[in-house]
């Protein structure tokens, strides 16, 4: 057993058999339809939730888990992995990690740190498998946090909304509300810098679209790692993965969908390609 304990949030959206695999413990957020409240991939699922997300009369509304639940992990833990390292989404954009200090501040017997990712889905997700990993392979908690502080300078995302209404909707464009009045059929491209949401370019068709991005993953310098993310759009996900598979190897590249929680502020149709460059 590791020693150290690696948990995270859903936004990370790692495909459930490697959270298996690296024994990481994922605590869901949460997504509200009217007053219906769901925990984010154990109680809607995707599919689920993409219907909803078109056909319910109530726009949908998020939030981080409850710093009580993180507490209660926490606590079950601590007995068993004196040493948790809790590794979440963008602070500046979600309460995720602030209610995971709180909870940490009420669990004397074991030492639990805190690191912010400045990234969301598997930007985030990169950083826990490698954190993971690292855990099972004996490293200390001091020598994976190091090894974070230096690959998040090096994890990127960008991604491809097939509409700006849903970011609209849920205001967390920021800078990326410079998109917004464009040509109604273009295809924006964002991107996260340093915790906040950028806008990349605009793009006239989805074709153009998936080809830039494509473009803009292999100038960024070498691949370590790769996975394309999609939002009810797995036939966009999949052409994604092709294309890189033509360079890389295909059963090193990760194909995940997007859970509720982020679903919410992209919309369905959205591809996104998470990745780590290596040193130069």
């Given at each position: 057993?590791?020693?150290?304990?690696?948990?995270?949030?859903?936004?990370?959206?790692?495909?459930?058999?490697?959270?298996?695999?690296?024994?990481?413990?994922?605590?869901?957020?949460?997504?509200?339809?009217?007053?219906?409240?769901?925990?984010?991939?154990?109680?809607?699922?995707?599919?689920?939730?993409?219907?909803?997300?078109?056909?319910?009369?109530?726009?949908?509304?998020?939030?981080?888990?409850?710093?009580?639940?993180?507490?209660?992990?926490y606590r079950?833990?601590?007995?068993?992995?004196?040493?948790?390292?809790?590794?979440?989404?963008?602070?500046?954009?979600?309460?995720?990690?602030?209610?995971?200090?709180?909870?940490?501040?009420?669990?004397?017997?074991?030492?639990?740190?805190?690191?912010?990712?400045?990234?969301?889905?598997?930007?985030?997700?990169?950083?826990?498998?490698?954190?993971?990993?690292?855990?099972?392979?004996?490293?200390?908690?001091?020598?994976?946090?190091?090894?974070?502080?230096?690959?998040?300078?090096?994890?990127?995302?960008?991604?491809?909304?097939?509409?700006?209404?849903?970011?609209?909707?849920?205001?967390?464009?920021?800078?990326?509300?410079?998109?917004?009045?464009?040509?109604?059929?273009?295809?924006?491209?964002?991107?996260?810098?340093r915790g906040?949401?950028?806008?990349?370019?605009?793009?006239?068709?989805?074709?153009?679209?998936?080809?830039?991005?494509?473009?803009?993953?292999?100038?960024?310098?070498?691949?370590?790692?790769?996975?394309?993310?999609?939002?009810?759009?797995?036939?966009?996900?999949?052409?994604?993965?092709?294309?890189?598979?033509?360079?890389?190897?295909?059963?090193?590249?990760?194909?995940?969908?997007?859970?509720?929680?982020?679903?919410?502020?992209?919309?369905?149709g959205a591809?996104?390609?998470?990745?780590?460059?290596?040193?130069?």
């Amino acid at each position: 057993m590791a020693k150290v304990k690696i948990v995270t949030d859903s936004l990370a959206d790692i495909p459930q058999n490697i959270l298996d695999e690296l024994d990481i413990t994922c605590v869901p957020c949460i997504v509200r339809f009217g007053e219906r409240e769901y925990r984010d991939k154990v109680e809607l699922t995707t599919q689920e939730f993409y219907k909803l997300l078109t056909s319910s009369a109530h726009s949908p509304a998020t939030s981080q888990p409850a710093s009580g639940e993180f507490e209660q992990i926490y606590r079950d833990l601590a007995p068993s992995h004196p040493e948790i390292l809790s590794i979440h989404v963008i602070g500046a954009l979600s309460g995720t990690l602030n209610s995971a200090r709180l909870a940490a501040q009420n669990i004397p017997n074991a030492r639990i740190e805190l690191f912010d990712t400045f990234q969301l889905s598997m930007a985030q997700g990169w950083l826990v498998i490698l954190a993971a990993r690292a855990a099972q392979a004996g490293n200390s908690l001091d020598d994976i946090l190091a090894m974070l502080t230096d690959v998040r300078e090096r994890v990127h995302i960008i991604g491809m909304l097939n509409t700006l209404e849903y970011a609209q909707r849920g205001g967390r464009l920021g800078k990326g509300a410079a998109l917004v009045g464009t040509l109604l059929n273009v295809k924006p491209l964002i991107s996260i810098v340093r915790g906040e949401i950028v806008p990349v370019e605009n793009v006239r068709t989805q074709k153009r679209a998936l080809e830039r991005l494509v473009e803009i993953v292999y100038g960024s310098g070498p691949i370590q790692h790769l996975a394309v993310i999609h939002a009810d759009a797995r036939r966009d996900g999949w052409e994604l993965v092709q294309k890189f598979a033509q360079t890389l190897p295909e059963d090193q590249i990760i194909l995940t969908e997007t859970g509720p929680v982020l679903g919410t502020h992209t919309g369905p149709g959205a591809v996104a390609v998470a990745w780590v460059t290596g040193k130069y």
